[in-house]
């Protein structure tokens, strides 16, 4: 009897800390159906263009680079906008799960350019806020840089932040440090976003 009492117990606070975790979808229906027809209506865009209202650009040559800001409005669009290139109906199931993914998290795409194979692994990141330098929780950098036509080398990636000390109304820097040429020093691209400014 008094093991079947503790196994009740035990299973309470189980589900008890599982309901408190669950984690809420950071933006309403009215939002997530603006984002769609977005997605969906700008779909035969570029991945460029589609994003450059939630994008700062340094311009394209070595030392420089662009950052984009994955916000949970711009995550849903992309969705409708990969859906609608392939002519199919978006999956409201994935929509929710890349919702709840992202809503604790600060997420950036970034793209940097170099003039070697693999300088992109060269890149280090931080966020500073409200005087605080904020290590990222997650970052990729490709390995290998794509080579271009007139010989610069693009290396493209995401970074990602806890959001935990970050309000919605924050206006934080992005810091990359990298080496785009091997024989010299690393430069410093510093990318300002106020989020409030962003869907």
Known sequence: MKGKFLYLILIFLITGCAKNKEVGIPISPEEIKEAINYGEKNASLTFTEFTEKWTIDYGYREGKGKATIITPFLRVALLAKNSAEKNQKIDMKIVNIALKDISDKLCFRVCLYGNYATFGRTAKFYLEYNG????????????????????????????????????????????VIFKPFEELEAETCIFEFDISKYK
């Open 132 to 175: 605080k330098k904020i290590q990222p929780i997650s970052s990729y950098m490709s390995p290998y840089s794509q080579f271009t036509r007139d010989y610069t080398h693009i290396s493209e990636g995401e970074v990602k932040f806890s959001k935990k000390e970050i309000p919605e109304n924050a206006k934080v820097k992005l810091i």
